[in-house]
């Protein structure tokens, strides 16, 4: 998955949009991640996608 993937399709939330806001804004679940970038608040197919960048990103920067 490049940072130029779109995970959310409903909200076209990219997947670096999502790493900044686990990044910059602290987010550490896929509620946070929603509520700072929208993305999984509509339909929710997205959301295993947020989850395994979650995973991924908080693994990496422990
Ligand atoms: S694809 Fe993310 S909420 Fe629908």
């Known amino acids: 998955m490049n940072g ?3 995970i959310c399709n409903c909200n076209e939330i990219y997947k ?3 790493l900044k806001a686990i990044e910059e ?3 550490k679940t896929v509620e946070d ?3 700072a970038t929208g993305a999984g608040t509509i339909c929710g197919g997205c959301i295993d996608d ?7 990103a ?3 920067s422990k």
């Not at 947020?50 to 991924?56: G, P, S």
Request: hydrophobic content about 30%; proline content about 0%.
């Open 33 to 35: 991640v929603g509520e």
């Open 58 to 60: 908080l693994n990496n």
């Open 25 to 27: 804004k602290g987010c």
């Open 16 to 18: 670096n949009e999502i």
């Open 4 to 6: 130029d993937t779109i």
């Open 50 to 56: 947020i989850q395994e960048i979650l995973d991924h």
